[in-house]
Structures are given as structure tokens and as C-alpha cells.
């Protein structure tokens, strides 16, 4: 197994929904705290110059998911991402953190569990580091190259979008670095530069070894390969209901993607404050969009990375064939909490 490493040269963006037109201007621009697994398996078709030959998106997807095996990954593509901090001066903090809600990271090792919750540390609660979008405006640009004109702004394509930027509670700005445990060869294991994410944002992508991930190898599985016990989300959850209402509150037998859950604990909680019911959350996820098929992906159900929950062994002959592409694709990677 090897180390995945990607390393953002510049604020990242990172949907979860789609970037706003100028119809929408009031809406939001939500980001992820870390690559989409269908922006992560994008990214890695581009630099392994991976050709599809499909007509619809969703065909798209497993298709991409078996031009990746054929290149030397597993099932699933990738496991994680782990996340590590670089402080300014280029000092990393302290061991790995992983998502506990939405818009914030905690170390690993300040995750307790106690009494059925996971709990974050009261005393280790400063080093958390914060997810805060900064709110921007595109343009599209109309250049003059035939016509004569000077390069002018185009009518009708401005829009907005969000950048992702990382702070420690204390106020320290932090560059994140996502570990992911993989099979996948690159050319040569060379260090590369291409474009992650939305607005074409720079991120550098080398493949070695990281001798602390491989302490946290056994605990990462994926939905297929759980054992009972608890886990935390590191990649969003995807959920399929058969029906238009759904809710976290209670477990739908209806919903796919769900079969390998006994119960949604949701987020961990800071350890004394009084909280004995952690919150848990439905949000909707874009898969993305299609640079190949120059086509938007659908838009489907998740429970957020952080999301903490009970798991049970399952028979992967039951799994729905969309929701066992997307977590091969590396949906649903889970941490087992000790």
C-alpha cells in the first residue's frame, strides 16, 4: 500500500453544490473540507491521460472507476484522505485530523467514545482547525482574437464561487495536505502539478511512503470491508432514497446506501458541555462535473464527512450497482474509532 499525497499550491475549490449563476446570487456556494472522491477520481484520470469512451455520466463513472484498476488501483481507489497541517514556515502540526463536522477537522487522537458518542477533547479542543470559504466573483471573458476587440467581459457569465481556507480556533491560517492509502502508480511516482477542483486550482500529487499512515491502515475500510464497531466519515456518505422525504432521525430500510449502518450516531461532541444528543445531518452532494463529457453530474443525498456511525457487516450482492461504483470510487471511506 502506498501514500497518495496531495498538496494544494493555492486555495482550493471544492463544491458540494453547484456554483452559482446570477439568478442565484442570494443562494450559497457550500464547499467540502476536502476533495470530493469523484473530483479526487477526475483528477487522477486526467494525469494518468485516462480516455473515456461513454455517452452518459453516470456509465462515465464506472468506466472511469475500471480505467483506474487497470492502472494498479484497488477496490476501492483510494482510502482516506487523512489530513495533515502545514503551518506557515512549513511546520507540520502534530499527527493526522480527520473531518467532525462540515466546516472543521480534530486531531485523531483527541476522538474519544464514551457511553455509544464519540467526544472531542475539551482540553485538545484549540487545535482543531476550522474549514472558512471566502466568498469570490468569476467572470467569463470574451477576447478579442477574431473579431479585433479587446478582451472584455462577456454579458451574462458572472458568478460565484467559494475558496476553501484553514484555520487553527486560535486564528493561525494552516495548508492542508490529503494522505490517501492506494495502489494506483503513477508515472514513475514523479511529483506533478494539475488541477484539482473547481476555477483550475493548482495542487502538486506524488505517491510514496508515510510510515503514520500505515499505523492507521488496518482501521481504514470502506462500507464492504467493515466489521461491527464505530466509525467516522472521511468522504461523504452517499444515500439513494426510493422515496421524495427522507431523514437522518430514523433509519430508512428504503434508502441505498445504507445497508452497512446499524445506526447514525452523527457528530462528535465536545466532552463537557452538555451535550448528550450529537446533531446529525442530511445535505445534498454534487458528484461533479464531467470534463470528458463536458456534462454536470447529478446531484444526490449524503450524510457529511464526520458524520460518526454504527456498522455491520454486509453481503455486497445486496448493494445497489450506482452506490458500489461511488463507494469503489472512494465514497464512504471510514475510520475505525477506538
Given at each position: 500500500?502506498?501514500t497518495?499525497?496531495?498538496?494544494p499550491?493555492?486555495p482550493?475549490?471544492l463544491?458540494?453544490?453547484?456554483?452559482a449563476?446570477?439568478?442565484s446570487?442570494?443562494?450559497?456556494?457550500?464547499v467540502l473540507?476536502?476533495?470530493?472522491?469523484?473530483?479526487?477520481?477526475?483528477?487522477?484520470g486526467?494525469?494518468?491521460g485516462?480516455?473515456?469512451?461513454v455517452?452518459?455520466?453516470l456509465?462515465?463513472?464506472?468506466?472511469l472507476?475500471?480505467?483506474?484498476r487497470?492502472?494498479?488501483?484497488?477496490?476501492?481507489?483510494?482510502?482516506?484522505p487523512?489530513v495533515?497541517?502545514?503551518?506557515?514556515?512549513?511546520?507540520?502540526?502534530?499527527?493526522?485530523y480527520?473531518?467532525v463536522?462540515?466546516?472543521?477537522f480534530?486531531p485523531?487522537?483527541a476522538?474519544v467514545?464514551s457511553?455509544g458518542?464519540?467526544?472531542?477533547?475539551?482540553?485538545?479542543?484549540?487545535?482543531?482547525v476550522l474549514?472558512?470559504?471566502?466568498?469570490?466573483l468569476?467572470?467569463k471573458?470574451k477576447r478579442?482574437?477574431v473579431?479585433?476587440?479587446?478582451?472584455?467581459?462577456?454579458?451574462g457569465?458572472?458568478?460565484?464561487?467559494?475558496?476553501s481556507f484553514?484555520?487553527?480556533r486560535?486564528?493561525e491560517?494552516?495548508t492542508?495536505?490529503?494522505?490517501?492509502?492506494?495502489?494506483?502508480?503513477l508515472?514513475?511516482?514523479?511529483?506533478l502539478?494539475?488541477?484539482l477542483?473547481?476555477e483550475?486550482?493548482?495542487?502538486?500529487?506524488?505517491?510514496?511512503?508515510?510510515?503514520?499512515?500505515?499505523?492507521?491502515?488496518?482501521?481504514?475500510?470502506?462500507p464492504?470491508e467493515v466489521?461491527?464497531?464505530?466509525?467516522?466519515?472521511l468522504?461523504p456518505?452517499?444515500?439513494?432514497?426510493?422515496s421524495?422525504v427522507?431523514?437522518?432521525?430514523?433509519?430508512?430500510?428504503?434508502?441505498?446506501?445504507l445497508?452497512?449502518?446499524?445506526?447514525i450516531v452523527?457528530?462528535?461532541?465536545v466532552q463537557?458541555?452538555?451535550?448528550?444528543v450529537?446533531?446529525?445531518?442530511?445535505?445534498?452532494?454534487?458528484?461533479?462535473y464531467s470534463i470528458?463529457?463536458?456534462a454536470?453530474?447529478?446531484?444526490?443525498?449524503?450524510?457529511?464527512?464526520?458524520?460518526?456511525l454504527n456498522?455491520?457487516?454486509?453481503?455486497?450482492?445486496?448493494v445497489?450497482?450506482?452506490?458500489?461504483?461511488?463507494?469503489?470510487?472512494g465514497?464512504?471511506?471510514?475510520?475505525?474509532?477506538?
Amino acid at each position: 500500500m502506498k501514500t497518495l499525497i496531495i498538496q494544494p499550491l493555492e486555495p482550493l475549490v471544492l463544491s458540494s453544490t453547484p456554483i452559482a449563476s446570477p439568478d442565484s446570487f442570494i443562494g450559497s456556494h457550500r464547499v467540502l473540507g476536502a476533495p470530493s472522491p469523484t473530483t479526487l477520481a477526475g483528477f487522477l484520470g486526467s494525469i494518468l491521460g485516462v480516455n473515456l469512451n461513454v455517452n452518459t455520466v453516470l456509465d462515465s463513472l464506472e468506466a472511469l472507476y475500471n480505467e483506474l484498476r487497470l492502472r494498479g488501483a484497488s477496490d476501492p481507489v483510494v482510502k482516506g484522505p487523512l489530513v495533515k497541517f502545514v503551518k506557515m514556515g512549513g511546520r507540520e502540526l502534530d499527527g493526522f485530523y480527520v473531518s467532525v463536522s462540515t466546516k472543521e477537522f480534530a486531531p485523531i487522537d483527541a476522538l474519544v467514545l464514551s457511553e455509544g458518542i464519540c467526544f472531542i477533547k475539551r482540553d485538545r479542543l484549540e487545535e482543531n482547525v476550522l474549514v472558512e470559504p471566502s466568498f469570490r466573483l468569476g467572470v467569463k471573458l470574451k477576447r478579442g482574437y477574431v473579431s479585433g476587440e479587446n478582451k472584455t467581459v462577456e454579458v451574462g457569465y458572472m458568478y460565484k464561487y467559494s475558496t476553501s481556507f484553514y484555520k487553527r480556533r486560535g486564528g493561525e491560517v494552516v495548508t492542508p495536505l490529503f494522505l490517501y492509502a492506494t495502489k494506483i502508480n503513477l508515472d514513475g511516482d514523479k511529483c506533478l502539478i494539475g488541477s484539482l477542483g473547481g476555477e483550475g486550482r493548482s495542487v502538486k500529487v506524488y505517491v510514496g511512503e508515510d510510515s503514520e499512515l500505515r499505523m492507521y491502515a488496518d482501521r481504514l475500510s470502506d462500507p464492504r470491508e467493515v466489521e461491527e464497531g464505530c466509525y467516522v466519515a472521511l468522504t461523504p456518505v452517499p444515500v439513494i432514497p426510493d422515496s421524495n422525504v427522507y431523514t437522518v432521525s430514523s433509519h430508512n430500510p428504503d434508502a441505498k446506501g445504507l445497508e452497512f449502518v446499524e445506526k447514525i450516531v452523527g457528530f462528535p461532541v465536545v466532552q463537557g458541555e452538555g451535550v448528550s444528543v450529537p446533531s446529525k445531518r442530511i445535505e445534498r452532494l454534487s458528484l461533479g462535473y464531467s470534463i470528458a463529457l463536458k456534462a454536470r453530474r447529478p446531484m444526490i443525498f449524503m450524510l457529511p464527512p464526520g458524520t460518526v456511525l454504527n456498522c455491520r457487516k454486509i453481503k455486497e450482492t445486496k448493494v445497489n450497482r450506482l452506490i458500489k461504483t461511488l463507494w469503489s470510487l472512494g465514497f464512504a471511506s471510514l475510520l475505525k474509532l477506538n
